[in-house]
């Protein structure tokens, strides 16, 4: 178990100004912000951070949609930071997702639901090596 999660703002949530709230609902939930970055995924990046999807039929519309856009890339800090975001967040289909998370409140479908949470320890790691350098981390 890792203290560590990586998580993206996605393009629909910062395009109608929720970045701030879903921020502010991260740091009061316990987590540490490590790293933070506004920025735009160009298409061949999003295509990289996504490759795992790549045979996936979803895939081209994911790369679209992730580079459409701003996003903001964060590294949390956090006991149990993987499996804790992912119950802050809720489940992908916000139709599905708890009261309270983040993708309830904020997202409009399975393919906008508004932040990125890593899956597991090791995507964690990986992920936040894909968008932080060491002289960005904190």
Do not use: C, Q
């Amino acid at each position: 178990m890792s203290n560590i999660t990586f998580t993206m703002i996605k393009p629909d949530a910062t395009g109608k100004g929720f970045t701030g709230a879903i921020i502010d609902r991260i740091i009061k939930a316990g987590f540490v912000i490590k790293a933070l970055k506004w920025t735009k995924l160009s298409a061949e990046k999003a295509g990289e951070f996504y490759a795992i999807h790549k045979e996936r039929p979803f895939y081209g519309e994911l790369v679209e949609f992730m580079s459409s856009g701003t996003i903001v890339a964060a590294i949390l800090e956090k006991d149990n930071a993987v499996a804790d975001f992912r119950k802050l967040i809720g489940a992908t289909n916000p139709a599905h997702a708890d009261a309270g998370t983040i993708r309830k409140d904020f997202a409009a479908s399975v393919g906008e639901n508004a932040v990125h949470g890593s899956d597991s320890d090791e995507n964690a790691i990986i992920e936040g090596n894909f968008l932080f350098s060491s002289l960005e981390r904190f």
